[in-house]
């Protein structure tokens, strides 16, 4: 049975509300912020505020759970994971103090010193800076080694193939290119969400790896399918 928090008409629900949480959270933060040493942002903005940090609350706890979802189908980076995890429970310990925040505010007239205030600064900064490298770290995890570098793009359109030398550079887990059945890809991204194991792509770093590949996937549409998002260029014949 397919999780209330997988798909929505046909597409993966993380991506759609990720947005939310890692925009939301640090706007709505910034207001609560701002209304502890500013008090007529206090005054007309504070609920506002804490209203936004609610409901990016509640993002967070729904981009995480669908998170968790696409990470059945295509895995997800283990710290991009992990840091989900802790935004979620960050935004939920800064929720209670801002509305207290609020609440106290209301009652009565409160300095730039208050502890409350102070404390909800804190927890504010602290939830912009995990949602940044929350996000950061997503869209590494979409986007890095989709994007061929200028460098490797100026040598494939010169020589249009790329040695097994070049290849060889680049073997270490935070730099894995591998050639395989006469393509080179750059894996560095799929070794931590690679369903059968970060060690078996890190054994293919810097070499050719269509045996360990074909060994294991061939014939297999969707492995193939995979594989081709992080293609780099051809690899040169001897």
Known sequence: MESLFDTVAGLPIHPLVVHFAVVLLPLAAVGVIASVFLPKIRSKYLGLSVLGVFFGTGAAFVAKQSGEALAERVGLPVRHADLGTYLLVASGIFSLISALWYWQGRSKTLSTTNPLGLLSSVAGIAVIGLSVITGHTGAEAVWQGKLVPQS???????????????????????????????????????????????????????????????????????????????????????
């Open 152 to 238: 490797v793009a100026s040598t494939g359109s010169a020589s249009g193939t790329i040695s097994l030398a070049e290849v060889a550079t680049h073997n270490s887990p935070s730099d894995c290119w591998s050639a395989i059945d006469g393509k080179v890809y750059n894996l560095t991204t799929w070794i931590e969400r690679h369903p059968g194991g970060a060690v078996v792509i890190k054994a293919l770093c810097g070499k050719d790896g269509s045996a360990g590949f074909n060994g294991q996937h061939q014939g297999q549409r969707r492995p193939a399918d995979e594989l081709a998002r992080f293609l780099v260029g051809d690899l040169k014949s001897n």
